[in-house]
């Protein structure tokens, strides 16, 4: 009961759209297109910092004004996210992050110089914005908390009737209550931001669908502790472009953002 409870409150913010074989298919397709096409060429690194200046100007934009109409309930939410790139991380990542309170983007030079088009970066930056607009972060530190509270719960209940309640186990138990808590929702958050972030790059100006042709990039999934990056703990790649997909369906429909119930 209480474990249910915790775990409702801590779902999506926003409808994730429906995605039907039409869009498996499609997604399946362009996967395989992406993978055959082999490595790209890597941007100079003056290229990458005038498409990183380029398109972060207008996603910054775009993402600044949606995450306002969003949030729009909730006083003193902070929209104006610091927008750069991370000179020190070598890897191809993107994340979103708090640095004491200020919301903050950043995404590593290897990611922009790998990038093959104005769209894929607009889509990563965009995803990233999802995370904000989602609540990500509040949330994943809730759910840490009530997963390592049940955990730590049910062993000390179990260790007391036993007779002997034991600290060191209930401790241990809630360590890795903690650990399931926060891996529970984060493939959830993934999609949820791969819709919000699909609406604020065609807001934007640019094709989401092109855009998330990165996903076709293979990539260890690295995860990096407060962090919510791009692969995150990914869910299957055409899951995400079957979200894309569906959500860019939904754009061409005049279907809005639906509120989850
Ligand atoms: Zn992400």
Same mark, same amino acid.
């Given at each position: 009961?209480?474990?249910?409870?915790?775990?409702?409150?801590?779902?999506? +913010?926003?409808?994730?759209?429906?995605?039907?074989?039409?869009?498996?298919?499609?997604?399946?397709?362009?996967?395989?297109?992406?993978?055959?096409?082999?490595?790209?060429?890597?941007?100079?690194?003056?290229?990458?910092?005038?498409?990183?200046?380029?398109?972060?100007?207008?996603? $910054?934009?775009?993402? +600044?004004?949606?995450?306002?109409?969003?949030?729009?309930?909730?006083?003193?939410?902070?929209?104006?996210?610091?927008?750069?790139?991370?000179?020190?991380?070598?890897?191809?990542?993107?994340?979103?992050?708090?640095? $004491?309170?200020?919301?903050?983007?950043?995404?590593?030079?290897?990611?922009?110089?790998?990038?093959?088009?104005?769209? =894929?970066?607009?889509?990563?930056?965009?995803?990233?914005?999802?995370?904000?607009?989602?609540?990500?972060?509040?949330?994943?530190?809730?759910?840490?908390?009530?997963?390592?509270?049940?955990?730590?719960?049910?062993?000390?209940?179990?260790?007391?009737?036993?007779?002997?309640?034991? &600290?060191?186990?209930?401790?241990?138990?809630?360590?890795?209550?903690?650990?399931?808590?926060?891996?529970?929702?984060?493939?959830?958050? =993934?999609? =949820?931001?791969?819709?919000?972030? +699909?609406?604020?790059?065609? &807001?934007?100006?640019?094709?989401?669908?092109?855009?998330?042709?990165?996903? &076709?990039?293979?990539?260890?999934?690295?995860?990096?502790?407060?962090?919510?990056?791009?692969?995150?703990?990914?869910?299957?790649?055409?899951?995400?472009?079957?979200?894309?997909?569906?959500?860019?369906?939904?754009?061409?429909?005049?279907?809005?953002?639906?509120?989850?119930?």
């Amino acid at each position: 009961m209480v474990f249910a409870a915790a775990l409702s409150a801590c779902g999506t +913010t926003y409808q994730l759209p429906q995605t039907g074989s039409a869009e498996n298919v499609t997604a399946k397709r362009m996967f395989a297109e992406a993978r055959a096409e082999g490595p790209r060429p890597q941007l100079s690194s003056s290229a990458a910092e005038q498409r990183f200046r380029r398109v972060s100007a207008r996603v $910054g934009r775009a993402g +600044t004004q949606y995450c306002q109409t969003l949030t729009a309930d909730r006083s003193g939410f902070d929209c104006n996210v610091d927008l750069a790139i991370d000179r020190k991380m070598t890897s191809r990542n993107a994340y979103f992050t708090y640095d $004491g309170d200020s919301p903050i983007i950043r995404i590593s030079m290897p990611m922009l110089r790998d990038s093959a088009s104005d769209d =894929e970066v607009a889509f990563i930056l965009s995803h990233e914005y999802g995370h904000l607009v989602g609540r990500h972060v509040e949330k994943q530190q809730q759910q840490q908390l009530a997963g390592a509270l049940i955990l730590g719960a049910i062993t000390a209940a179990a260790t007391s009737d036993a007779g002997n309640y034991d &600290a060191g186990l209930v401790a241990a138990s809630m360590g890795i209550g903690a650990a399931a808590g926060s891996r529970a929702y984060s493939q959830t958050y =993934e999609l =949820e931001s791969d819709t919000l972030g +699909t609406r604020i790059a065609y &807001a934007a100006g640019y094709d989401p669908v092109k855009g998330a042709k990165f996903f &076709a990039r293979p990539e260890q999934v690295r995860t990096t502790s407060g962090n919510l990056s791009f692969w995150g703990t990914h869910p299957p790649d055409e899951k995400r472009l079957a979200i894309v997909l569906a959500t860019v369906e939904q754009i061409n429909a005049n279907v809005g953002l639906a509120k989850a119930r």
